[in-house]
């Protein structure tokens, strides 16, 4: 997977305050020192700290992502919502779509469709989440649960090279639990046979000792990081490892 473009992107979630961006410049310096060049590094923390980083970023190769956003296309009254367009006047280039926690917290195919849409006018890069529960794996509902998220986040959309796929297991988010690789390999030829020419991502419980395994499965564009991302030593030495 060496001579392509790898994406990491740093999913933090709802950690971290503006202490914590201490740690991404030891990310940054590292990177930059970094001989292989062919890597493409997102953080997306909290939207609170989206403007600082992003300062903070202005000189490296590294972007600033959010993790989420409000569907409207114009602004309002939303109390304690953002829209695309704020978080992309605040310093983001990538945005975080379609994540299970959310998924779970009650957001559907169509709503997230919404939010893809109306982030592709603000102009930002989108990163599409979709997976499958361990139950609709159980079941063997895996591939049409997928083609599902896809066929619907997706709708209408013709123009899909700022969208980058996730392939997020929902089971493997924070568990330590992997699929195979090759589950992973399979999963990857089927979104990308779906979605011509995207780049697909693999995400879930990725952290500096399963990246020796993952990083053999050829089709993969990269891996979206949650946990082992907000650890400035854990998240280099995924990195490192990936090109070893
Ligand atoms: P994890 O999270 O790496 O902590 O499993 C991944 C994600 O939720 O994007």
């Keep these: 997977m060496t001579n392509k473009y790898i994406y990491f992107i740093a999913n933090w979630k709802m950690f971290g305050n503006l202490q914590s961006l201490n740690s991404v410049s030891k990310v ?38 959010a993790q989420n956003c409000h569907q409207g296309e114009t602004y309002g009254a939303y109390t304690g919502h953002m829209n695309s367009y704020m978080l992309k006047d605040a310093g983001a280039k990538y945005i975080i779509l379609g994540h299970s926690e959310n998924r779970q917290s009650g957001e559907n195919n169509k709503l997230i469709n919404l939010k893809i849409k109306n982030s592709i006018k603000s ?31 997706l709708k209408n959309i013709k123009n899909k090279k700022n969208i980058i796929i996730a392939y997020e297991p929902v089971w493997a988010i924070g568990s330590g639990l992997i699929p195979k690789n090759s589950e992973i390999f399979e999963i990857v030829k089927l979104i990308k046979n779906k979605v011509k020419g995207s780049k697909v991502l693999y995400g879930g419980s990725v952290n500096s000792k399963n990246i020796n395994l993952l990083k053999k499965i050829d089709n993969v564009d990269g891996f979206l990081v949650g946990g082992a991302s907000q650890n400035s030593n854990n998240f280099i030495d995924i990195i490192k490892k990936t090109f070893n």
């Design 123 to 153: 102009g930002l890069k989108i990163i599409f989440c979709i997976g499958e529960t361990l139950s609709q794996k159980r079941k063997k509902n895996t591939k049409k649960i997928l083609s599902q998220q896809i066929i619907q986040g």
């Design 28 to 65: 940054a310096s590292f990177v930059k020192k970094f001989k292989k060049k062919k890597i493409k590094l997102v953080y997306c923390p909290p939207a609170t700290l989206i403007n600082s980083l992003s300062k903070k970023l202005k000189l490296s190769s590294i972007d600033v992502g």
